[in-house]
């Protein structure tokens, strides 16, 4: 399948992880910007989205990604379905600037009050993004008070473990 972006494990520096079964690993900060910002759209009735920037590595057991900011833009949303508004990719991709090793490792996005889960728009989003190669959808239910992530395994995402990093 071909994708956007590729968390291809070939190009991962090799560094053993800290929690053996964890796939994701997020400073508290980050999922604080991200949680703060799915409140956000739930006051407004709305579904947010935004990009996990960081990097990937590899070790003994396959590929990881640490998280180090989210990024986001202008959306064009409402309560069930968000996308980027086309007339503020310029600023988001300003936003992308990376230092060597970063890349887009995953993206984040709410749902008010139905659960985390992967939707099949969420799901073609995700194969299109990272096309079966490691990269990870985190869903925010803000009303339910839940997050969930989800690997980028083809048509059928499943639970990743993740880590919160102080």
Known sequence: ??????GSSKDAEFRKRTVK???LFVPEFALSLMADHADAGFDADKEIMGLMIGRFYRDDDGTY??????????????????RFDESSMEELFDSLEMDDGESIVGWYHSHLDIGCFMSPTDIATQN???????????VIDPVRKE????????????????????
């Not at 399948?1 to 590729?6: A, F």
């Not at 299109?128 to 985190?138: I, P, S």
């Not at 989800?150 to 102080?166: Q, R």
Request: hydrophobic share 50%; proline share 5%; net charge negative.
């Open 128 to 138: 299109g993004l990272f096309g079966g190669e490691c990269g990870f959808a985190l």
């Open 1 to 6: 399948m071909v994708s956007i972006i590729s």
């Open 65 to 82: 990604a640490v998280v180090d900011r989210p990024v986001s833009s202008k959306l064009i949303s409402d309560r069930f379905s968000v």
């Open 147 to 166: 997050i969930k992530v989800f690997d980028s395994t083809i048509d059928d995402p499943k639970p990743a473990d993740m880590v919160v990093l102080n």
């Open 21 to 23: 079964a964890a796939k």
